[in-house]
Structure formats: structure tokens, C-alpha cells
């Protein structure tokens, strides 16, 4: 069974910094597609960034610019950095992998943006 294992969520004030991580169980190019996910209070689930086995990257319009998606192999661990943060960014932020028709998830880790 794949795990996925979010850290570095945190609470800050608006136009600050936080970095994510999603350490996985396995090789992460094992996988088609890693990603991050962020579901808010009284919204939708958004995907917010992912990166691909062939390292191409894809970004909501809402945190093109700011945030940046990566990955060290060596760790088996994808990052979400986040920059400039603002209110609108406070969501639970959850990890995906995707194997063909297979998604696995992370249990997630909460984002507060204060302003």
C-alpha cells in the first residue's frame, strides 16, 4: 500500500513563506503523476500544482507565479513551495500520487494565511 506523508503546514500572515512536503513510500517515478491538492472551508477540492514522471509541471491559475512543485528522487519526496501566501491560500493541502486509473492521497496538512 502506497503512503504518503504530508508536512509543513503551519499558520502565517499574508505575503509569507511555507514549504511543503509529501514523502512517499516508494519510488516517486513510479508514478505518472504527483500532485498537490488543497480543499478549503465551504469550497471544492482544487488541484494546486503537479508534476509528471517526466518532470512537467502544471499550476491552478490562482497560485501560478507564487507556488513552485518539485521533487528529489534521492528522498522520494515531492514539494510545494509557496510563496506570498495570502488568505485566500488557507485550505487543507493533501498529497496525491497517481498510477494509471489509481489515485492514492495523504492525510493532509492545514495552511492558515492570517492578513
Known amino acids: 500500500q502506497v503512503q504518503l506523508v504530508e508536512s509543513g503546514g503551519g499558520s502565517v500572515q499574508a505575503g509569507e513563506s511555507l514549504r511543503l512536503s509529501c514523502a512517499a513510500s516508494e519510488n516517486i517515478f513510479n508514478f505518472n503523476f504527483m500532485g498537490w491538492y488543497r480543499r478549503a472551508p465551504t469550497k471544492e477540492r482544487e488541484l494546486v500544482a503537479q508534476?509528471?514522471?517526466?518532470?512537467?509541471?502544471n499550476y491552478a491559475d490562482a497560485v501560478k507565479g507564487r507556488f513552485t512543485i518539485s521533487r528529489d528522487g534521492a528522498k522520494n519526496t515531492v514539494y510545494l513551495d509557496m510563496n506570498n501566501l495570502n488568505p485566500d491560500d488557507t485550505a487543507t493541502y493533501y498529497c496525491t500520487a497517481s498510477l494509471l486509473t489509481r489515485v492514492y492521497w495523504g492525510q493532509g496538512t492545514p495552511v492558515t494565511v492570517s492578513s
Open positions: 508534476i509528471n514522471v517526466g518532470g512537467n509541471t
